[in-house]
């Protein structure tokens, strides 16, 4: 049996690193405070104007390609072991990633299968300060747990997703949804208008809304289930409108009438 990992992704500071994995070393000075942070590199990405956004949508393909290429260790399910690896990358000047290091240990196969996936990550944009490209690191804290059941995937049930020819041609379902919701989240942030009144306001956070769709993938209703207020609710639904494309649910290969719940970030700028 396979296993697959899930991965939940955060940002974390001031770590302590008790391992150290490198295969070479190219840096005088790696810097932890940037102007421009390293990133991998994406047509749909790169396009955006606002380097925040360039940013966090970087980040996302970064999610995406651990979640797409790691598998639960075959210890770790026996053991039905779980945990949080503190992970760091160290990218030089070029982009190549020069080193993976952890700041705890886990065990069960954890730390060599995040190394191994490390090891295939592409050349990324290397991070700037003045405009000069710089030696640099992303550092993740990623909570390893195995998927609920996975043998309910036989049952080849899709969940709606937005359209996205850069995701249909992935002949893995989940990896295909993955796929889909980064560029969903990825088009919400670079089409997102904040409200004149929640930066008077100073409002941030986020907008939990759920989608409704028919066996088509036409919206039939939508709703706000978590408020912001000042004009944040409106955007949120806003945005949802401007997704011009849905994938209908399936089961067994029938499409089906579902829902989806999606998380609107508003930070102030």
């Not at 980064?182 to 989608?211: C, Q, S, T």
Request: glycine letters at 6%; one cysteine or more; aromatic letters at 10%.
């Amino acid at each position: 049996m396979r296993y697959f990992l899930l991965f939940t992704f955060f940002f974390t500071l001031n770590m302590s690193f008790g391992a150290s994995i490198s295969t070479q070393n190219s840096c005088e000075t790696i810097y932890s405070e940037v102007d421009e942070d390293a990133r991998i590199p994406s047509d749909f990405c790169d396009k955006m104007e606002e380097l925040h956004r360039r940013e966090a949508c970087g980040l996302s393909r970064l999610k995406l390609f651990f979640r797409k290429n790691i598998n639960y260790p075959e210890a770790a399910a026996k053991a039905e072991k779980r945990g949080v690896l503190n992970t760091t990358i160290t990218i030089n000047d070029q982009g190549q990633v020069i080193a993976t290091d952890f700041g705890n240990e886990i065990g069960f196969g954890f730390e060599e299968e995040v190394l191994r996936v490390a090891k295939d990550l592409p050349e990324f944009i290397p991070a700037k300060i003045n405009g000069k490209a710089v030696c640099s690191k992303i550092e993740l804290a990623i909570q390893c747990k195995p998927k609920k059941n996975n043998i309910r995937y036989k049952a080849i049930e899709e969940q709606v997703r937005m359209y996205d020819p850069e995701c249909e041609g992935i002949a893995v379902i989940q990896d295909r949804l993955g796929c889909s919701n980064v560029n969903l989240y990825a088009f919400f942030e670079k089409n997102l208008i904040y409200p004149k009144e929640a930066i008077d306001n100073k409002v941030e956070g986020k907008v939990v809304a759920r989608i409704f769709f028919d066996e088509k993938g036409n919206i039939t209703k939508k709703e706000v289930v978590s408020s912001l207020g000042s004009g944040c609710d409106e955007e949120a639904l806003r945005l949802i409108d401007l997704v011009e494309k849905w994938v209908p649910a399936k089961l067994n290969s029938k499409v089906k009438p579902s829902n989806k719940t999606v998380k609107i970030q508003f930070l102030l700028p």
